[in-house]
């Protein structure tokens, strides 16, 4: 079927032929096939809804198709359920994290199939550790087992899917964006397991929108566009625009640094900012039509700064100021009433009330205006300026009335983005707002930040990304432990400028 | 683009009206089903007499699911509806009997309490933290224990209050139109529905209600001041347990101290068979209000078809689960 | 066919099923049909309204009611009134010519008879407590009022100390050893139903207090007790008396007969000593 | 590298020791607090015989408490464990006095129809995906008419069982170690707490149950058979009620078919109270038993007061908001 970029003539371990499946109000797939060799990894891309999820939601028996067939070892297979699939060897790291949050990493890990022992009643705990570390040291990352995952920030239960993921044991493995909360770091890691798989014979489907990951790993790319498959061409021999111009159907312009630097005039300024050890004694300052960039590794408490500033969390102390005046911001209802936004990096339980529908959601943060003889909703008048919304950042919806549960990852993302877009603070923080967001998509998001500050707003801008953040940045916050190691200019600085800061543990001693 | 939006969105729109048209149809198919059974098999059950004592049997247990609906869509619940429509009743009694003040005082001075009660409880939620369960059992107890207090554990009756019986037995409309005995009471629950309907679907407080209980983090998170919209939540709970306590006492002529525990399991099992989910974030009055129909048809259904008192309890059960099946059956095909 | 729905005011406990078995045995004899229903608890007057308003639906030949406020629910016995159906009170009356007689004792005697009881077992002196089956029903009130006035009235020497409300044998058993704990000088309780008296029973047996217990209404566990000795003697109604009462009396009505305005179907003072005796063993129950 | 991911688990290991050693630590304290007021200012509270008394006070409650704690770390709820207690009971009175049996076919008899009343309860939920509060809601009342049928409303005694007060009142301890007059109920309210702690803590049922009520659909997604655990649940939970009806019959030496509504309240009040999470995933047996003894502790102790009963009901809803609140601020600040 595929004769380009095969790796060789072995048998595919699974196919996937004429996948159809519908959801109300949606075609998801149409026709999809799909394939993947031992020992190769299979990118599969597509923009936002393409219906990448979904795909390897049927393979993976969450979801059953409405048509078509799979194949695993030339054979057809039934999968109706997670443990059919899993039962053939097939195991996947979720897109949305599915993770127990009361129980521990090594629980985690092992839920359904923990080591026994006294007649098979009582659970191993002991052997169970020791086996989640043995995974945590394979990926050199340095995650207690015994630690409750409910307590860990997004990225660290990422980590966590992963190793369970890995713990399988699978003779595939389906990654649905699973540095979409890592660090450059952790990243290098991922792949230096995913190389050790890769020889072992491990299949391994890889889904993405970070075009250089792909390149560093992919063996070959399939490209999905509105729930129909476009192609599937070799990685390595491939250029990107052309993979990108599949995707999207349209060129898309080059990217390129932040210019000029924002007025002078002081919009938010931020002293000693603590709040146990997570902040540590944090100052900075935002100036009108300034894009100021907050890099970091993972858990270095950038969230938590901004949670604090939007009064999400309560502080120890510190003093914020607005336009060169002391404000008490105690609850996010102040914070937004002194024109300041957050978009949390956790869009599912933070950013969205999934139950309702995207116009109410785009609409959320200013309800107040919406509302007529001081009681009653504009519906229509929220319909139209939602649909507004919906057109500027091309969310893909089949109506501004649909549930937004039923939206994909980056769509969903986009109409946060809407909401805070709408209710047109002064001071945007933005919090990792390209996470899960297709390629096309971020460009606009870029072009969309960058007018927001030509037009006198200020951006904070937080990102794991260290490309997005050197792209987007006039100025550049680096932070550690708590502490911010070091301010750079965004037109200047480099990677290993902002590493050097991110990693200045000893910075705290001095 | 624009146009295929704006298609789109007509569907969508329609989609979701008949969604919730099919939920509310779905509780209403449930009913009409009892009904018919229950005219086909049991001897005098469709008579217009019987009718108007279902409906008046429905009136106290309708207000209170209509009042517990609100809770529940903002994602909480309320234990302590039962026993503060007693509170109210008493506080009517106190005014109207105790002071001798004229009606309308009583009717404000009820509902008032219950608000108050109901923001307390709400304050206490939202402020303290304590979850809902909690809070509303514990003050299912404060409530019936003040109750007690208030009344000396005694009945008080509204003989010096001779229109007090507007509220719920008497039948204004039969006044205007004769023939249609449908009593106060009744007529009240139907209003109340009515307004709380509109408040939920088109007010900013519905709205507000529904974002709460969808996801409280986001919508605090947006701006919201979480807790003020949630202790008014409770308060409009408390406020229409009320109106409950003036139906029911103007029906009995009296604020009987002791009643309303386990009033409250029905009112949440009416609102539950109309299709409000207990997780928040949907649900419907209408829905509410059939719910309790549907309760109120199978208890007199089964009493005029004469089944033994303990297999009547045996069959509610069994109902009430088969009801809100039909209804999970019903909305998952559509 | 002839039809009396009954209306009591309750039916899980073992009073009303002894009124029950009544009428249901009356029922028989006069070749009657009916039916026995009353709310969960007694404190549930509307939801005894409603079975009322879905009794008089069934267009019934006479009806039973024991109506658990003597003036709420009269306006809805007028509608069976109106429907000309004839009326048969019971157990407790209501403030109203309604019906055409009341099948009762008066439950603020047989507390009375109670309290001699308790008073005589102690030598008319001492301190003693009671526990009441209900605080605000018309049985609890009459029960604990008739138990205490009569204390008051005619007993100076004795002093009431406590009053505990208890809704079940469990929570009765639990109440009475909190109160001989708190005054641990008692020398005697009254129990006011036979749930209060069957903790009672249980709390002494548990405590080994040295204490007299007397209780109300019958079932077996109470006459074991007073066989025992746990229990000195009890006081009861004649539940099964006011069941064939009530349906006798509704037969009766239809004959056209004319009935006394009220009927006293008694109460009796019971111990070791006359349980035996043929007269009050009739009105026991199991 | 290894060594630190190692050192790091240590600590894991002891913080999370010591966050549910916390736990357990506030309702225990919020219980030494009021056992010292009464102490200070109830007369005669402070006695043996008087600890004994609240001891038995507990043991339904506790054990029940119990019973709804698994069910509510699942993340359901169970409203039947009253009516399901005294069905078990009632079925205990058949098999024992009715059919005449032997006791321990009574004591399998009753724990068996509990499990498999929760089973259904289970099942229902599981399969038929109907909300727990409402199945079990329903359950509540098929077990309550059932258990009037079955005993035909009346008392069951169990006078031809002698030793059936075995099971509760009498105290086997005092005959191996005199003085300490400890009833059996007691002990096996503490066993059963004991063999709980150690199912929920250790073994595969446990892992299940938290994994089951912290996120559904992830333990779904990872191959669990999830309906077949919660079905497990439901019926541990029956099995243990059965347990409680047991003692309740032994001490009343008599199957009462009418007791049990209501009790459902105060069972989950206890495993609130004791720190369990009405949303799942997180509580603990011996947090629930601490938690029954705070409410009979005050029960008691507000009784030896000599408080009257209506203030005694306020103080009651008061406490019960007060100390969840301790435990959510104690809670907080570690
Ligand atoms: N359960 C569902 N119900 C209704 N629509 C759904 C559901 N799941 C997915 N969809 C829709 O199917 C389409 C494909 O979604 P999918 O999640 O597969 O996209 P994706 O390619 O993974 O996108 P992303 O990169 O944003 O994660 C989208 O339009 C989405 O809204
Ligand atoms: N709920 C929590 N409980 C305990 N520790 C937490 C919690 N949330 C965050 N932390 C810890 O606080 C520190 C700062 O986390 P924060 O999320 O602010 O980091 P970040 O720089 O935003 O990184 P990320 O890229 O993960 O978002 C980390 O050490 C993290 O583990
Ligand atoms: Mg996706
Ligand atoms: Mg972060």
Redesign the pocket.
């Known amino acids: 079927m595929s004769d380009k970029g095969e790796p060789n003539a072995r048998r595919a371990v699974v196919e996937m032929l004429g996948i159809e499946k519908s959801?109300?109000g949606?075609r998801?797939l149409n026709g999809v096939r799909f394939d993947l060799y031992p020992g190769e990894v299979h990118a599969l891309m597509?923009e936002?809804?393409?219906?990448?999820?979904?795909?390897m939601k049927i393979l993976t028996g969450v979801y059953q198709p409405d048509a078509g067939e799979i194949r695993v070892d030339g054979a057809p297979v039934a999968l109706p359920g997670p443990n059919a699939a899993q039962a053939l060897g097939i195991s996947i790291i979720h897109?949305e994290l599915f993770l127990m949050n009361h129980l521990s990493a090594a629980q985690n890990i092992f839920i359904g199939r923990e080591p026994r022992k006294g007649f098979g009643i009582f659970v191993d705990e002991d052997q169970m550790k020791r086996d989640a570390a043995a995974i945590f040291q394979r990926m050199k990352v340095n995650i207690p087992p015994a630690a409750e995952v409910g307590h860990m920030t997004v990225a660290r239960q990422q980590l966590v899917e992963i190793a369970k993921a890995l713990s399988y044991n699978a003779r595939v493995l389906i990654m649905d964006?699973p540095t979409s909360a890592l660090n450059e770091t952790e990243v290098e890691h991922l792949f230096s397991v995913i190389d050790d798989l890769k020889a072992h014979g491990v299949g391994i489907v890889y889904?993405t929108?970070k075009m250089d990951e792909v390149k560093r790993i992919a063996d070959r790319v399939t490209v999905?566009r509105d729930?129909q498959y476009i192609d599937t061409l070799p990685a390595a021999t491939t250029p990107m625009a052309t993979i990108i111009q599949l995707m999207v159907g349209r060129e898309l312009a080059d990217q390129h640094r932040a210019t000029g630097h924002g007025t002078d005039e002081e919009m938010l300024r931020v002293t000693g900012l603590n709040r146990g050890t997570m902040i540590r004694d944090v100052s900075f300052t935002l100036r009108k039509g300034e894009i100021l960039g907050f890099a970091g590794l993972m858990g270095a408490g950038r969230t938590e700064v901004a949670r604090a500033v939007f009064g999400a969390d309560p502080i120890d102390s510190g003093t914020i100021h607005i336009h060169g005046r002391e404000r008490r911001i105690a609850t996010p209802a102040d914070a937004v009433a002194e024109g300041i936004a957050y978009l949390s990096e956790d869009r599912k339980h933070f950013g969205l009330v999934t139950g309702m529908s995207v116009r109410d959601n785009i609409t959320m943060a200013s309800w107040y205006r919406f509302i007529s003889g001081r009681l009653f909703m504009r519906d229509t008048a929220m319909d139209g300026v939602a649909k507004e919304y919906v057109e500027k950042l091309r969310v893909?919806t089949p109506s501004v009335s649909q549930i937004t549960r039923?939206?994909?990852?980056?769509?969903q993302q986009k109409v946060v983005i809407g909401k805070w877009l709408l209710r047109d603070c002064d001071i945007l923080i933005f919090d990792e707002p390209t996470r899960?967001i297709?390629v096309g998509a971020k460009a606009e998001i870029y072009r969309l930040l960058e007018e927001l500050a030509s037009q006198g707003k200020g951006i904070i801008v937080i990102s794991s990304e260290l490309p997005e953040v050197l792209r987007l940045s006039h100025r550049i916050a680096v932070m550690c432990e708590g502490r911010i190691t070091g301010e750079l200019d965004g037109r200047t600085a480099t990677q290993e400028e902002i590493m050097t800061l991110a990693t200045q543990r000893n910075a705290a001693a001095a | 683009m624009s146009d295929t939006t704006m298609g789109k969105t007509g569907t969508g729109k329609s989609a979701l009206l008949s969604a919730e048209t099919m939920q509310k149809a779905v509780a209403f198919v449930v009913l009409i089903a009892l009904i018919a059974f229950f005219s086909a098999f049991a001897a005098n059950f469709a008579t217009g007499a019987n009718m108007v004592g279902i409906m008046q049997a429905t009136a106290v247990n309708g207000v209170l699911g209509v009042a517990v609906t609100f809770v529940i869509i903002s994602g909480g619940i309320d234990l302590s509806v039962g026993t503060m429509m007693t509170l109210t009743a008493v506080m009517a009694g106190i005014i109207l009997t105790n002071m001798g003040m004229p009606l309308p005082i009583g009717i404000i001075g009820a509902i008032l309490s219950g608000a108050i009660m109901g923001a307390i409880s709400g304050a206490i939620i939202a402020k303290l933290k304590i979850p809902p369960f909690i809070a509303t059992l514990g003050m299912m107890q404060i409530a019936r224990g003040l109750a007690l207090v208030f009344s000396g554990a005694k009945p008080i009756y509204f003989n010096d209050t001779p229109n007090y019986g507007l509220l719920s037995p008497e039948s204004s409309i039969s006044k205007l139109i004769p023939g249609v005995e449908i009593p106060n009471g009744v007529m009240i629950m139907f209003i109340v529905a009515i307004i709380a309907s509109i408040v939920l679907n088109r007010t900013i407080i519905g709205r507000m209600i529904f974002a709460l209980g969808s996801n409280e983090e986001a919508a605090r998170l947006s701006g919201i001041n979480v807790d003020r919209w949630k202790i008014l939540t409770y308060a409009i709970c408390g406020g229409i347990c009320g109106i409950a306590g003036l139906i029911v006492s103007s029906r009995l002529n009296s604020a009987q101290p002791a009643l309303g525990l386990g009033y409250e399991l029905d009112a949440i099992a009416a609102a539950v068979i109309g299709g409000t989910s207990l997780a928040g974030g949907r649900g419907t009055v209408i829905g509410t209000i059939i719910g309790a129909f549907i309760m109120s048809v199978l208890t007199n259904g089964l009493r005029v078809m004469g089944v033994l008192e303990e297999w009547k309890i045996v069959v509610t059960g069994v109902i009430i689960i088969v009801a809100v099946f039909i209804d999970i059956v019903l909305r998952k095909r559509t | 066919e002839t039809y009396f729905p009954i209306i009591a005011k309750g039916f899980s406990h073992q009073f009303w099923q002894a009124v029950k078995a009544g009428a249901e045995e009356a029922a028989g004899r006069n070749g009657v049909t009916i039916t026995f229903e009353g709310p969960n608890t007694e404190a549930e007057i509307d939801k005894q309204t409603d079975i009322l308003n879905a009794a008089i639906a069934k267009n019934p030949q006479g009806l039973g009611f024991a109506a658990l406020d003597s003036q709420a629910q009269v306006p809805a016995l007028q509608k069976a009134a109106d429907a000309g159906i004839p009326i048969v009170a019971f157990d407790s009356g209501v403030d109203s010519d309604l019906p055409l007689t009341t099948c009762t004792t008066d439950n603020m005697a047989a507390a009375a008879a109670a309290a001699d009881g308790l008073a005589k077992a102690i030598g008319e002196e001492g301190k003693i407590a009671a526990v009441i089956h209900d605080q605000t029903s018309a049985t609890g009130i009459g029960r604990r009022d008739g138990f205490l006035n009569r204390i008051k009235e005619a007993y100076p020497k004795i002093e009431v100390v406590d009053v505990q409300y208890a809704n079940d044998a469990l929570k009765a058993a639990d109440n009475v050893k909190a109160m001989l704990q708190a005054n641990p000088d008692i020398k005697g309780i009254f129990a006011s139903n036979e749930g209060a008296a069957v903790g009672l029973a249980v709390a002494i047996k548990e405590t080994g207090a040295k204490i007299v217990g007397v209780g109300f209404d019958s079932g077996k566990s109470q006459k074991d007790a007073i066989n025992e000795g746990t229990l000195i003697g009890s006081v009861t109604q004649n539940p099964v008396g006011i069941g064939q009462c009530v349906v006798d009396s509704l037969a009766k009505a239809l004959k056209g007969e004319t009935l006394p305005k009220v009927i006293d179907t008694g109460f009796y003072w019971y111990d070791k000593s006359n349980m035996a005796d043929p007269k009050v063993a009739a009105v026991l129950y199991d």
């Open positions: 959801f109300p949606v998801a597509g936002n809804g393409a219906g990448k999820s979904t795909l897109q964006e889904i929108h999905m729930g893909k039923l939206l994909s990852g980056g769509n899960g297709d």
